[in-house]
């Protein structure tokens, strides 16, 4: 058996403060930039999407479009709501 191996080239000298701490992947990207707010955009923007396809799945496949009405009803009958 081989004995541990020193990552510091001196034992008895003290580590620096912070040393050996691993605190997550660095970001290749600049914090401060936009990124956490563009990628909060996408999530809602791509959970929508999924939202309306799914609404579009289960209006087609129910017999009563007056139970679940398809998106595009919805919309249409909000437009001669509003104006």
Do not use: K
């Not at 956490?36 to 799914?54: I, P």
């Not at 609404?55 to 009563?64: D, E, I, P, T």
Request: proline content about 13%.
């Amino acid at each position: 058996m081989s004995s541990p191996v020193s990552l510091r080239s001196d034992p008895a000298e003290p580590a620096a403060p912070g040393a050996g701490t691993r605190r997550g992947p660095a970001s290749p990207v600049a914090p401060g930039r936009g990124t956490g707010r563009l990628r909060r955009f996408g999530v809602r923007l791509l959970s929508l999407a999924v939202l309306l396809v799914l609404w579009q799945l289960v209006a087609a496949a129910m017999r009563n479009p007056s139970f679940i009405p398809p998106p595009r009803a919805v919309r249409d009958r909000r437009r001669t709501c509003a104006g």
